[in-house]
């Protein structure tokens, strides 16, 4: 079966720094570019960052530019969110997606995990 | 403040066709696919349609999208009481080298 699993979130304070990390089938990872998306309470989705299949291109919103990194580990099938500086606007639930396939349009999404900055 | 615009909300009675907008620009959906999810409360966003008019296997021929100029629409036909939930339109922009997602646009079945 094919998953994306989101962990690491939880409760930080502002200018905190957490990292998230999303489990991925071997084969999403491999074959897709991946993305972090994330959904503040009662908001709509927001885009936060990109990673290209190789690895080799990154692509951050301006909201998170200099203060978030996204990263991959082939050999662990995992893809991360390290998230510093954080603030208050950074309070959502992060979702973790492939980029959509331009032949099948198969498209995986996690079922997220909460990010709560607050002092 | 999304750079992709869509109505906020729309409504619908059953078997009803309903479609929904999404205006954007020359860097984004004038030059790019757009891409159309669904998302229920308390649920991940399922994507409907890629690159602006193509269904992924098991999204029911009843979605369809399209692309013309700098908006895209997503058009949803027999509409029923199932299809209640938030509908995004996205698309790559090249001048901010990013995705972008229109504000959601809430379905009610009446």
């Known amino acids: 079966e094919v998953q994306l699993v989101e962990s690491g979130g939880g409760l930080v304070q502002p200018g905190g720094s957490l990292r998230l990390s999303c489990t991925a089938s071997e084969f999403i990872l491999s074959s897709s570019a991946m993305t972090w998306v994330r959904q503040a309470p009662g908001k709509g989705l927001e885009w936060v960052s990109s990673?290209?299949?190789?690895?080799?291109?990154?692509y951050y919103a301006d909201s998170v530019k200099g203060r978030f990194i996204i990263s991959r580990d082939n050999s662990k099938k995992i893809v991360y969110l390290q998230m510093n500086s954080l603030r208050a606007e950074d309070t959502a639930l992060y979702y973790c997606?492939?980029?959509?396939?331009?032949?099948?349009?198969?498209?995986?999404w996690g079922q997220g995990t909460l990010v709560t900055v607050s002092s | 403040q999304s750079v992709l615009t869509q109505p906020p909300s729309t409504s619908g009675t059953p078997g009803q066709r309903i479609t929904i907008s999404c205006s954007g620009s020359s860097s984004n959906i004038g030059s790019n696919d757009a891409y159309w999810y669904q998302q229920f409360p308390g649920t991940a966003p399922k994507l409907l349609i890629y690159r602006s008019n193509r269904r992924p296997s098991g999204v029911p021929d009843r979605f369809s999208g399209s692309k013309s100029g700098t908006s895209a629409s997503l058009a949803i036909s027999g509409l029923r009481s199932e299809d209640e939930a938030d509908y995004y339109c996205a698309a790559w922009d090249d001048r901010l080298r990013g995705w972008l997602f229109g504000g959601a646009t809430k379905l009610t079945v009446l």
């Open positions: 990673l290209s299949r190789d690895g080799a291109n990154t």
């Open positions: 997606a492939n980029s959509p396939n331009s032949v099948t349009g198969s498209n995986y």
